[in-house]
């Protein structure tokens, strides 16, 4: 069984971040999706509109997702071996950033392969936010 692994903090859910789920679903057999626990968000200093608890049952709620984690800290690599997976999904925003590579001869040695996913143009949750702001001013 091919388990695949993603993580995010999936705030304001919409097509961007459906579109990452059901592509990685289609290339794995079990897909488990770490969601950014509140204090981690702040951390990376933003603020998420949505709670933790209420992000994570949407995660968990759609379809393509077999099951929805919290995400504590930054380290995708004790995730995958912790939950098994073989397959790391991200976003292609990180592609080739010197940090990057090095996760991936990381990656590599524990037999774990790194999938970049482009972005969906025109969306994201800091432009739903910035147009909610806007649209209440």
Known sequence: MVIGYTAGVYDLFHIGHLNLLKN??????????GVTVDDLVVYKGKHAMIP???????VRSCKYVDA??????????AACRK????ILFVGDDWYA?????????EFTRED??????PYTKGVSSTQ???ALKAARE
């Open 52 to 58: 933790f608890e209420d992000r994570l049952e949407i």
């Open 83 to 86: 939950l098994g997976a073989s």
């Open 24 to 33: 990685a679903k289609g290339m794995c057999d079990k897909l488990i999706v």
């Open 112 to 117: 774990i392969k790194i999938i970049y996913f």
């Open 128 to 130: 739903i936010s910035k």
């Open 68 to 77: 929805a984690v919290p995400q504590y800290d930054m380290d995708k690599l």
């Open 97 to 105: 950033t010197e940090k990057w590579k090095e996760y991936e001869q």
